[in-house]
């Protein structure tokens, strides 16, 4: 059974640019959420997304927004980027419902932005 | 408050010994999860083990264990038998309100273990 699918896997870009993130879950797997890795706020929630629906969202500024599509893939995108959006930003999938297994979130290898 | 407190910022261990990655965790709620993810230098977080706030057992997976102590709200993570291969980033996560559907994951900032030969 295939991972969770991030690409790309590493993004260069500008200040104002802006970037769209890709994210295809575990198959059968239909919440995602996101997560963004910096060396100095740790691990942080962005959103979360089930049945093409943002669930709930992490503290971060109106730039940042996703999507879920009907197939359960998503994307985020971050506008007029800032130097400090350099992160990886991790995408996780799991189960809906209730039991232990539909508890677990399961990672993708990231994508790595450098904001230049 | 932190919700996830990590203490050791860094731990050696020798090979196939064993070592224990600590973990408190600060929460009113009464239904919630305990995680632990491995993220080697490549980036992916991988998922090592589960507890629940109702579980009576602790959890197990393999050369893994995780020393659940809900009084003293501690989670610590046991590594039997450590490998070369075990040589990453650790990361202690909760989720609260196991009930609804917010799956928002509070992390950790981390312990890096490095296993020597």
């Known amino acids: 059974k295939a991972g969770v699918t991030q690409t790309p896997r590493y993004l260069i870009k500008t200040r104002g640019q802006q970037v769209t993130l890709s994210c295809s879950p575990i198959?059968?797997?239909?919440?995602v959420s996101w997560y963004q890795q910096t060396p100095g706020q740790g691990l942080q929630f962005l959103f979360e997304y089930f049945s093409e629906t943002q669930r709930n969202k992490g503290n971060f500024p109106g730039r940042f927004s996703g999507r879920q599509f009907s197939n359960s893939r998503s994307e985020m995108n971050v506008s007029t980027l800032e130097l400090g959006d350099s992160a990886l930003y991790l995408c996780?999938?799991?189960?809906?419902?209730?039991?232990?297994?539909?508890?677990?979130?399961?990672f993708g290898a990231g994508t790595r932005l450098s904001v230049l | 408050a932190q919700k996830i407190t990590q203490t050791q910022p860094g731990m050696f261990v020798q090979e196939k010994e064993a070592v224990t990655l600590d973990c408190t965790y600060d929460t009113s709620d009464p239904s919630y999860g305990l995680f632990w993810y491995k993220q080697p230098s490549s980036g992916e977080m991988i998922f090592l083990i589960y507890?629940?706030?109702?579980?009576?057992q602790n959890a197990t997976e393999g050369r893994y264990s995780l020393n659940f102590q809900k009084a003293r709200k501690s989670a610590n993570l046991v590594i039997s038998a450590s490998q070369l291969g075990d040589s990453a980033m650790y990361f202690c996560a909760m989720r609260e309100a196991l009930d609804t559907g917010r799956r928002a994951l509070t992390f950790g900032s981390g312990t890096r273990l490095q296993v020597q030969p």
């Open positions: 996780a999938s799991s189960l809906v419902g209730s039991g232990t297994a539909k508890n677990i979130q399961y």
């Open positions: 198959s059968g797997h239909r919440s």
């Open positions: 507890q629940g706030s109702y579980d009576q």
